[in-house]
């Protein structure tokens, strides 16, 4: 995976407006207006909204144009990026960079994909590379990954980007009732070099 190095910047902050990051076979990229059909066909999904506490459930067109321009107009330091399949230019998911957490106090990381893209590494590719712009790319010294403790697909993941349990919690989502437990995971300068040199 790589950054291109024409767009490639130093910040101390996550938002950098216009970054966009390739891996082999995905380009991550600023969402646009236009992308809003395609994030709400993939997020109006049942087994994708239930591993996500961010988003409403049912997800229309609208919630995902809402969300696009406010993230645009944003001046929170977050990145946020769409996940598309570098050959065929399809977005297959959302992932971003965000400032930090309300409640843990860390920058923090999220990432989803459509469900007729699991299973093709996608989300590690994406993951490790927002990993890396991120340490790369500013001071910050630990980066937040949560993830329901359901979801032993994106645990993986997280692994693989270095990610070493941290503490456990409770949230809820649109689509499950009740309390959901969440665990917490936290990636380093350290635990990452030491992902990548694995």
């Avoid at 216009?18 to 992308?35: H, S």
């Avoid at 590690?124 to 329901?148: M, N, P, Y």
Wanted: hydrophobic content about 40%.
């Amino acid at each position: 995976m790589s950054n291109d190095p024409e767009t490639a910047a130093q910040s101390d902050e996550l938002g950098i407006v216009g970054e966009v990051l390739t891996t082999p076979n995905l380009i991550l990229r600023p969402l646009k207006a236009g992308d809003a059909s395609d994030v709400a066909r993939l997020a109006n999904n049942y087994k994708v909204a239930s591993m996500l506490t961010s988003i409403p459930y049912p997800y229309y067109e609208a919630d995902a144009l809402q969300f696009i321009e406010q993230r645009a107009t944003s001046t929170d330091k977050s990145s946020v990026f769409a996940i598309v399949e570098a050959d065929s230019g399809i977005l297959v998911g959302v992932c971003g960079l965000h400032a930090n957490h309300e409640q843990l106090d860390l920058p923090y990381m999220g990432y989803w994909l459509g469900e007729a893209h699991w299973g093709k590494g996608y989300a590690t590719e994406a993951a490790r590379a927002l990993v890396d712009f991120f340490f790369k790319a500013g001071s910050h010294d630990e980066l937040l990954v949560s993830v329901l403790a359901n979801n032993v697909a994106s645990r993986r993941v997280i692994e693989k980007c270095g990610g070493r349990f941290w503490k456990s919690g409770v949230t809820t989502t649109t689509a499950l009732e009740g309390e959901q437990k969440i665990d917490h995971f936290r990636i380093t300068r350290e635990s990452w070099m030491g992902a990548v040199a694995a």
